[in-house]
């Protein structure tokens, strides 16, 4: 109890320190602002930018990474036990609201501020996307003269492989069908979706379009006019406890980050097996947000 | 029933109970994922463990799987052979990461069973003249039965419930409803899964527990024939 009581002084002695060396004219609070991320590599990438730019303006950061899924973070985050998290506009609109039909980016977005809880707010979103897309092999859509969802309409014996959740997803067989006429068998590939579709076990799956396999293994994504997917552009979530200066900092972060700069971290966290820190790091500079 | 709440409509709805991923397509993949496994676990442990305990050779072996078995983490198995062995053999995958976890309890019971014969009774049999196969299949098979059958009961349970990691590779079996649930968070799927999970867990433990139980009560020797 007492040491405790010491190394709580000896924080906050730290922290004052800390704020009074910093140069820029915004007082940080004190408290350390919580960063989360999701248990995939990519969002802890983008979380990772984010506490650079709040420690290198002088705020003192505490990083609560790889919290798993949105069943276990999204309750931390209500409850005030995290700060700031990287989530994406369409899957958390989709957990907030199962039956939400909206798919264009703006109108995801727009939905998702409204759906948010008390004391929770979405941040501007980053035109990077990771979001479901159907994907197919180079082989398979060269003999189906494939580009487009549409064009699956006149592919007989088309079997689908994704997550066992696909399935009921409105985005799964049943909106491939109302949408675009499509008939697709699934398979519930789960973790082995890409290698399935590789094999051949499936002939279109369901991948994350920031998915650095996408480039690898030369898969081929399907274009959806007609809107099936909801767009899921990066978008920081922010409590009530982040203030307005910290806000500012992160904005020019989401602003920074296009699609491909997204896949790009993703394949060098992949390929190069580089650690969130050094990856976020290197991009934060080549950017001109950190020196 | 229908109008019991979450649980009642999802126990009703379409596709609930058929179809590729309905409950009882699940049940049946769950059990013959389990059934099979078992079978190739026991085709290597019950001729290795009676071997070990027939000879007194190597008996380091069971000592050391037993304590292997704990330490293997399952699901890296699992995902390292669908690695090694390409996605196209996951099913076999997924038969060999649960014959593996089969194996220890299976060669324990084998050997612990054939052990534990008291020396008299094996040199009787040598004395009225039996071959070694003979003593084998006619007197250490059936008096190592028991303890066999008490290792089938562990390996059963281990095997039965981490079946439900066959989904995370793209095969069936009852977990499929657990992950699927989770992520749609349909509560109602979680539950009645994991329920069918339990129940068919402890009715198997029960009934291989009954056969073990028969196979001791015919060892009892018969009225008037008990040692003085």
Redo the contacts between chains.
Sequence with gaps: MKLTRITAIALSIGAVLGVAGCATASAPSTEPIVIGSQAYYSNEIIAETYAQVLEDAGYTVDRQFSLG?R?VYVPALEAGEIDLFPEYTGNLLQFFV?EATQTAADDVYAALAKSLPAGLTALAMSPATDQDSYNVTKEFASKNKLESIADLAKVDGLIL?G???L??RPYGPTGLLEKYGVTVS????????V??LV?G?VNMANVYSADPRIQQLGLVTLSDPKGLFLASNVVPIASDKVPADARKLIDAVSAAMSAQDLVALNVRSVDEKLSAAVIAREWLVSKGLLK | MCDFGELGTWLCAEGTWTG??GLGNLLVEHLLLTVVALIVAALIAIPLGMFIGHTGRGSFVVIGLGSLSRAIPTMGLL?AL?LLL???F?ELSVVLALALIALPPLIAGAYSGVTTIAPGIRDSATAQGMTTWQLVRHVELPLASPSLIGGFRIAFIQVVSTVVLA????L?GLG?GI??G?????FAQVTVSAVIIIVITIAGEQLIGLGQRRAEARLVAPKGLEKP
Excluded: C, H, K, M
């Design positions: 899924q069943d199962p492989g997550a066992p959740e399935a009921e699934f398979q519930a590939t789960g973790d082995t979706t290698d399935s094999a076990i | 590729q991923y995902f669908v390409g996605v196209q996951r989904p995370l590779v793209g069936g499929f992950i699927q989770l992520a749609l968070r349909n």
